[in-house]
């Protein structure tokens, strides 16, 4: 691999996002680079996603799924931005995932022609489509797929994006002050080799996923260390709504780590319950067991505080066991796995850490306020969540901002703008190997602290002890990046701890409740 690549349009990350911005693009005739972590499309949040995706309910209008966006977003989603989703989003269900993709949604069990639909919390129509309780998997499998294989795609496998390349940060040569910062491509290490190289982009598209692993208990995959939010930032965009992170109700409490219990489990009839079967929703909320996730959320941490027990219930064996064995077949089998038979025994559930509402501030087209950066799905704020998501708008929207940022990157590309391309500096390697045991001790202390201060409900007490351990430890982390053999491990402890304190300190400036924003004081 040479020390530096070439490419119209690059984009960081394979999730539903990366991947949506790499079709558009490339159907548009641009070359695209695409750079993924993983040696397979596992290590994102679309892989793990189990409920489903928007589509349309009968008979439903734009507006109806707008007022349950704004609902669920505790006031502060954008009208414009849940409009344009409601518009764009069921048209490029049926354009890209239906038809081009040719995802495999189930059928209707009564009506085999039609797609099936199902409700979830917030929503007051069934209109979100699914493959049994794997639509991520199958969204991603063949989507994924279908991008590897055409010509105009180049994936590059098991390469870790080190830092944006900005004119301003990474020329060699003088740059005019008075430009505004833009971006040309980035760094990134070939983790087989260990060598860093350049990608020089007309257009860079991140697409880098969520930040759940900062907080100690998460449904995210470990590779969710807030990546983009840091680079972006390092790199000078715009990050805002930073302290709204949303907290699932219901991952399954187990010894090896969360996992996720899908909301649809409440949508078709699951009920929360306590350690005696009592359902305890009815006082938090009139949806019950419906309520919206952040409501829910504080529910059962309160609840668990009260009783003293470690989770409460998610019970649905009151529903016909063949059914939920079609239904939920790999929630069922992760459960079978803990010694749990979803048919027969309530499922232990706790809270953690799910999407972050906030991200880099983008416009309807992705564009941020670095000159030639886009930023779609997890690590982007589209202002569509506000302070809270809706269940099933997550993928709809990687989906939607992602086409439409590939769309306007290739727009730009192919109307011959002229694109600077500074020559940029090349890497400079350090040598000193890096010691385990002490980033795996800082990546507790970041874990534990969010999770202990930071997490479900805060205050100024406990906001200004993360700031003291997290602003020390930033600074010995930054000593210890300086010095050390660059690896996968290094650049996401980096990662970690500045996306952290941006979470950290949007929550310690935001003095208002509101959606999963929770203050006791």
């Given at each position: 691999?040479?020390?530096?690549?070439?490419t119209?349009?690059?984009?960081?990350?394979?999730?539903?996002?990366g991947?949506?911005?790499?079709?558009?693009?490339?159907?548009?005739?641009c070359?695209?680079t695409?750079?993924?972590?993983?040696?397979?499309?596992?290590?994102?949040?679309?892989?793990?996603?189990?409920?489903?995706?928007?589509?349309?309910?009968?008979?439903?209008?734009?507006?109806?799924?707008?007022?349950?966006?704004?609902?669920?977003?505790a006031?502060?989603?954008?009208?414009?931005?849940?409009?344009?989703l409601?518009?764009?989003?069921?048209?490029?269900?049926?354009?890209?995932?239906i038809?081009?993709?040719?995802?495999p949604?189930?059928?209707?069990p009564?009506?085999?022609?039609?797609?099936?639909?199902?409700?979830?919390?917030?929503?007051?129509?069934?209109?979100?489509i699914?493959?049994?309780?794997?639509?991520g998997?199958?969204?991603?499998?063949?989507?994924?797929?279908?991008?590897?294989?055409?010509?105009?795609?180049k994936?590059?496998?098991?390469?870790?994006?080190?830092?944006?390349?900005t004119?301003?940060?990474?020329?060699?040569?003088?740059t005019?002050v008075?430009?505004?910062?833009?971006?040309?491509?980035?760094?990134?290490?070939?983790?087989?080799?260990?060598?860093?190289?350049?990608?020089?982009?007309?257009e860079?598209?991140?697409?880098?996923?969520?930040l759940?692993?900062?907080?100690?208990?998460?449904?995210?995959?470990?590779?969710a260390?807030?990546?983009?939010?840091?680079?972006?930032?390092?790199?000078?965009?715009?990050?805002?709504?930073?302290?709204?992170?949303?907290?699932?109700?219901?991952?399954?409490l187990?010894?090896?780590?969360?996992?996720?219990?899908?909301?649809?489990?409440?949508?078709?009839?699951?009920?929360l319950?306590?350690?005696?079967?009592?359902?305890f929703?009815?006082?938090?909320h009139?949806?019950?067991?419906?309520?919206?996730?952040?409501?829910?959320a504080?529910a059962?941490?309160?609840?668990?505080?009260?009783?003293?027990?470690?989770?409460?219930?998610?019970?649905?064996?009151?529903?016909?066991?063949?059914?939920?064995?079609?239904?939920?077949?790999?929630?069922?089998?992760?459960?079978?796995?803990?010694?749990?038979?979803?048919?027969?025994?309530?499922?232990?559930?706790?809270?953690?850490?799910?999407?972050?509402c906030?991200?880099?501030?983008?416009?309807?087209y992705?564009?941020?306020?670095?000159?030639r950066?886009r930023?779609?799905?997890?690590?982007a704020?589209?202002?569509?969540?506000?302070?809270?998501?809706?269940?099933?708008?997550?993928?709809?929207?990687?989906?939607?901002?992602?086409?439409?940022?590939?769309e306007?990157?290739a727009?730009r590309?192919?109307?011959?703008?002229?694109?600077?391309?500074p020559?940029?500096?090349?890497?400079?390697?350090?040598?000193?190997?890096?010691?385990?045991?002490?980033?795996?001790?800082?990546?507790?202390?970041?874990?534990?602290?969010?999770?202990?201060?930071?997490?479900?409900?805060?205050?100024?007490?406990?906001?200004?002890?993360?700031?003291?351990?997290?602003?020390?430890l930033?600074?010995?982390?930054?000593?210890?990046?300086?010095?050390?053999?660059?690896s996968?491990?290094?650049?996401?402890?980096?990662?970690?701890?500045?996306?952290?304190?941006?979470?950290?300190?949007?929550?310690?400036?935001?003095?208002?409740?509101?959606?999963?924003?929770?203050?006791?004081?």
């Amino acid at each position: 691999m040479s020390d530096a690549l070439q490419t119209d349009v690059l984009v960081i990350g394979s999730g539903l996002g990366g991947l949506a911005a790499a079709w558009a693009a490339a159907k548009r005739g641009c070359e695209v680079t695409l750079l993924t972590r993983a040696s397979n499309p596992e290590d994102s949040n679309t892989f793990r996603a189990q409920g489903g995706i928007i589509y349309r309910a009968a008979g439903e209008s734009p507006e109806r799924l707008v007022a349950d966006i704004l609902s669920a977003g505790a006031g502060l989603s954008s009208p414009a931005a849940a409009t344009l989703l409601s518009q764009e989003g069921p048209r490029l269900v049926k354009q890209i995932l239906i038809d081009e993709i040719q995802v495999p949604f189930d059928s209707s069990p009564d009506h085999p022609e039609e797609l099936d639909l199902t409700s979830e919390a917030g929503h007051s129509l069934q209109r979100i489509i699914h493959y049994k309780d794997q639509t991520g998997f199958a969204i991603e499998r063949a989507f994924f797929e279908r991008v590897r294989s055409c010509p105009k795609v180049k994936v590059i496998s098991n390469a870790t994006a080190v830092d944006l390349l900005t004119a301003s940060h990474h020329s060699v040569e003088p740059t005019d002050v008075y430009r505004p910062i833009t971006c040309v491509g980035a760094y990134v290490l070939d983790q087989s080799t260990g060598k860093i190289f350049s990608v020089l982009a007309k257009e860079t598209v991140l697409a880098s996923g969520g930040l759940g692993s900062v907080f100690l208990h998460t449904t995210n995959p470990p590779g969710a260390r807030g990546d983009g939010i840091a680079m972006a930032y390092r790199a000078g965009a715009r990050c805002i709504n930073m302290q709204y992170v949303q907290f699932h109700p219901t991952a399954l409490l187990a010894p090896d780590g969360c996992f996720l219990i899908s909301e649809t489990l409440r949508g078709e009839g699951g009920r929360l319950v306590d350690r005696r079967g009592k359902e305890f929703m009815e006082r938090f909320h009139p949806a019950g067991s419906l309520a919206p996730r952040d409501v829910a959320a504080r529910a059962i941490y309160q609840t668990m505080l009260e009783s003293g027990e470690p989770c409460v219930y998610l019970d649905i064996t009151h529903k016909p066991a063949e059914q939920l064995r079609e239904r939920f077949p790999s929630i069922y089998a992760v459960c079978m796995e803990r010694g749990i038979d979803l048919t027969r025994d309530p499922i232990p559930v706790v809270p953690a850490a799910h999407y972050s509402c906030g991200g880099i501030a983008t416009d309807d087209y992705g564009g941020t306020s670095v000159e030639r950066l886009r930023a779609v799905g997890e690590v982007a704020c589209t202002g569509l969540h506000g302070a809270n998501r809706l269940a099933s708008t997550s993928l709809l929207e990687c989906l939607v901002w992602g086409t439409r940022a590939g769309e306007r990157s290739a727009e730009r590309i192919t109307r011959g703008e002229d694109f600077y391309f500074p020559e940029i500096a090349g890497w400079r390697y350090e040598h000193e190997p890096a010691d385990p045991a002490l980033m795996s001790q800082d990546w507790l202390t970041i874990q534990h602290t969010m999770w202990n201060y930071v997490g479900l409900i805060r205050s100024e007490k406990r906001l200004n002890r993360a700031m003291r351990i997290l602003r020390e430890l930033d600074l010995e982390i930054a000593r210890f990046y300086e010095k050390c053999e660059i690896s996968d491990s290094i650049i996401g402890l980096r990662n970690g701890i500045l996306t952290a304190l941006l979470i950290l300190e949007a929550a310690d400036q935001s003095h208002e409740s509101r959606g999963c924003h929770y203050r006791i004081d």
